[in-house]
């Protein structure tokens, strides 16, 4: 079955530096793969998708990257700032209509 | 619009009640599904519905039935509670024309 893997480690990070998250996948090859934010007690709210035949997706201060041969997606956010901290959540297609597989998370901390 | 609204946000049961999760879109989305969000485990796909009268299931449907009567409601229900069936309940719906989901405020289940 497709697996998803993100760091189960928070990530702790300065303020007004660059975090840098990793999903990787194992046993599918999606279509596209999706990010998410979720904030404590808050249902997750879309970030970026970005599609198989994309190298690289950008949205203000968010990047993302989708490397199809190593399985992997990165997330960077850059000028990080205390209220970037959130869990993200990585979600890949998984096939047919409407199924999203999602990780478990990583959840980041930027201190100032 | 109030997007995807879901009730009760807490909800204390014993084993053996059954209830019913409400979830509501104004976005005339095709699209819902419902997951459930256990600590340290990705978001898992319960039921999914691709449009009124049209339902299926996903990952870990065992326990619940769905109905999708309208496009905007999409009801979960429990049959038996069981204790591993606590767990924060989420439900999302996606327009037919993009992928992105967008999630309800979550139910914070109990079983006791």
């Known amino acids: 079955s497709q697996k998803i893997e993100q760091n189960s480690e928070a990530l702790n990070i300065q303020e007004g530096k660059t975090a840098t998250l990793t999903c990787n996948y194992t046993n599918y090859s999606p279509a596209y793969l999706q990010w998410y934010r979720q904030d404590p007690g808050r249902g997750p709210v879309f970030l970026l998708l970005?599609?198989?035949?994309?190298k690289e997706k950008r949205k203000e201060r968010l990047k993302v990257t989708f490397d199809t041969t190593l399985k992997q997606s990165l997330f960077h956010i850059t000028a990080s700032q205390p209220a970037d901290s959130a869990t993200y959540l990585c979600a890949l297609d998984g096939g047919g209509y409407n199924k999203l597989i999602f990780g478990a998370g990583t959840r980041l901390a930027v201190h100032p | 619009n109030a997007g995807v609204t879901q009730t009760p946000k807490f909800q204390v049961l014993k084993t053996g009640q059954s209830m019913t999760l409400q979830c509501a879109q104004d976005m005339n989305h095709e699209y819902m599904s419902w997951y459930r969000q256990d600590p340290g485990m990705g978001l898992r796909l319960i039921h999914y519905s691709v449009g009124a009268g049209i339902t299926d299931q996903g990952e870990v449907p065992n326990g619940y039935n769905v109905s999708r009567s309208t496009t905007e409601d999409f009801p979960l229900r429990l049959l038996s509670a069981a204790p591993s069936q606590t767990s924060v309940y989420f439900c999302?719906?996606?327009?037919?024309?993009?992928?992105?989901?967008?999630f309800g405020p979550g139910t914070r289940l109990t079983v006791t």
């Open positions: 999302a719906s996606r327009g037919s024309d993009a992928y992105e989901q967008y």
């Open positions: 970005i599609r198989e035949n994309e």
